[in-house]
Every structure is written in C-alpha cells, then in structure tokens.
C-alpha cells in the first residue's frame, strides 16, 4: 500500500497523453482529491490556462510582443507558468509520498512509481 497525503494511492499512470495541454489541469485535479490546493490562482494550472485563453480572446496571438512588457510574449509567459505550476504540484505530492515511491513525467504522461521502476525507465 501506498500513501500520498494519508490517502491510499495506487501506483501507475495518473495523467495519460490525451490530455495534451491540459494535462497540468487535469494533475491538478488529481492532487487535489489528495488534498493539494492552490495558494493563489497563479499556483493553479487551471486558473493560468484560463488566463492565457483570456488574453487570447483579446485579439492577441501566441507570439505577440507587447512593447509595454519589454519585449516579453506574454501568452508564452502564462503558458510557461502553467508547465511551472505542474512542476509545483508535482513537488507537493513527492513530499507527501511515501518514501520509495515518487511522481513525475515520461512521455508526456504522469506517473507513480516505485524508485526501482524510475531508474529502470531512466
């Protein structure tokens, strides 16, 4: 038995490949049936898509420039922060895991594994 949190947690793939850009939306509805939640809207991959869709709406394309931020592409920003916010959430469940146990990423889907199986497929 594995634990993440107080709650049993089955190892195995958590957010498979189909989610596509969603899948930081969809981990973080995952963690939070474990009890993670989002101290700000920015911690919250859901909340920062909604965001970048926002300003998309706006007229502005995914590789505007707005003199006004320096140069920076803002939707790219909010889009980097939403992988962020997933490598957050991914951080809150390996602290509340079980040791031996771990969460994370391979090709493109959300895993957990045992340490074993993660040095096998790295």
Known sequence: MVTCNGEEVDPGCWVEGHWGQYG?????????????????????????????????????????????SEGVNIIASFWELHI?????????LNDHTDEGYSWGWSDGEFYLWATETWEEVY
Do not use: F, K, N, V
């Open 24 to 68: 930081p939306d969809h981990l973080a509805d995952q963690a939070g049936s474990l009890g993670w939640e989002p101290e700000t809207c920015l911690d919250d991959p859901r909340e920062i898509r909604r965001i970048a869709d926002l300003i998309e709406t706006w007229g502005y394309p995914r590789d505007h420039t707005d003199m006004r």
């Open 84 to 92: 962020e916010s997933a490598d957050a959430i991914e951080a809150w």
